[in-house]
């Protein structure tokens, strides 16, 4: 996987070819043909392996307080996406004509996104809706700044700005006890 990210990274994940990936690994492009039937084939396996990089992250505990853990959270999901762009594209946006990820590569990325979940599950009983909207917010916010301000802070200095929107909305969902 680690060539075909370094390829990716530098003609740009559309620009991917199975031969030029073969050549890079020193190998004849009908070999690699026994490891990935098609492109699309490559770029699940590239989703899997993508998501797998968050879990095998270390994240924060939960604060102590709903504000605290979201913070705590999203900072290290928004410093995991603006390290490799190219890498949040084909994870995040459906940059790729055509290409869906498997089941089994989806459910890499769903693993991730209950584990991202945590920290906010820790103090209050998120709907499907809340998870959805906080995506959407931080998501945006590191879309923004991949596409119109790479490198810089524009765009990702208003998360804890978002935060602070989200969380009297999320407070109104007590955890329940037990």
Do not use: C
């Not at 020193?26 to 990089?53: C, E, I, R, V």
């Amino acid at each position: 996987m680690t060539e075909a990210w370094a390829a990716a990274r530098e003609h740009g994940l559309a620009a991917l070819s199975l031969r030029d990936l073969a050549r890079r690994l020193g190998m004849a492009a009908p070999s690699l043909y026994s490891y990935f039937d098609s492109k699309h084939a490559l770029y699940d396996a590239m989703y899997a392996d993508g998501w797998q990089t968050l879990l095998a992250m270390e994240l924060p505990d939960p604060g102590p307080d709903l504000g605290t853990s979201l913070r705590r959270t999203t900072h290290v999901y928004v410093r995991w996406a603006l390290e490799d762009p190219v890498r949040y594209q084909l994870l995040n946006q459906r940059t790729i004509p055509g290409f869906v990820p498997s089941p089994a590569a989806y459910a890499v990325a769903v693993q991730a996104y209950e584990r991202l979940a945590v920290s906010l599950r820790a103090h209050v009983q998120a709907t499907q809706e809340d998870l959805d909207l906080l995506s959407a917010i931080i998501g945006g916010l590191i879309s923004q700044q991949i596409a119109n301000d790479p490198g810089g802070t524009r765009w990702v200095r208003l998360v804890d700005d978002a935060l602070d929107l989200l969380v009297p909305r999320l407070e109104r969902r007590p955890k329940a006890a037990g």
